[in-house]
């Protein structure tokens, strides 16, 4: 099984980049993890923001593997203790499916990506930084990987 990030947005900071890069790494034998980066929607003055995100779902919807399992990160998903995202993987494991974890832009996903996805996740109730996710995500995606496999790392 292999996972794929697909994340409205370019050109991370080198400190997110390179701890997204430090996870992605620690994570290859479990679950290799690709990162793949949208370009986001035009806003600004006079433009629409609605259009901006129907573009990004557009883009996000193309970068989809066939016979992916969707996972769409979103505040209004399913939060996960440590413990139950591990639980997760192992079921997802189980499906004999690629993972996909989608990132949207400033304004969330589109309707047609909320629609395609098989499951929302919450990172929890904080709003946070939509490139500070893409990090929060890797080491989560390990630290569940860890537990699975009875390494240290975890030690709640």
Same mark, same amino acid.
Do not use: C
């Given at each position: ?7 409205? @947005? ?6 997110v980049a ?22 986001? *929607?035009?806003? *600004? ?7 901006? =995100?129907?573009?990004?779902?557009a ?17 209004? *998903? ?17 499906? @004999? ?7 949207? *832009?400033?304004? @969330? ?21 939509? =490139? ?25």
């Amino acid at each position: 099984m292999k996972a794929r990030l697909i994340a409205v @947005g370019e050109r991370a900071p080198a400190w997110v980049a390179e701890g997204f890069a430090e996870y992605r790494k620690r994570l290859s034998h479990w679950l290799p993890l690709e990162l793949v980066e949208v370009e986001p *929607g035009l806003r *600004g003055k006079g433009r629409d923001a609605a259009r901006a =995100m129907q573009d990004e779902g557009a883009r996000v919807l193309a970068a989809l593997p066939k016979n992916t399992h969707v996972v769409a990160l979103d505040g209004r *998903g399913r939060a996960h203790s440590s413990e139950q995202l591990a639980q997760r993987l192992e079921h997802w494991r189980g499906q @004999g499916r690629d993972l996909a974890f989608l990132v949207g *832009g400033p304004e @969330g996903h589109a309707p047609d990506v909320l629609a395609r996805a098989d499951e929302p996740w919450s990172l929890g109730p904080l709003t946070l930084p939509h =490139m500070l996710v893409r990090l929060v995500l890797a080491e989560q995606l390990y630290r569940a990987a860890a537990l699975l496999a009875n390494h240290p790392y975890h030690r709640a």
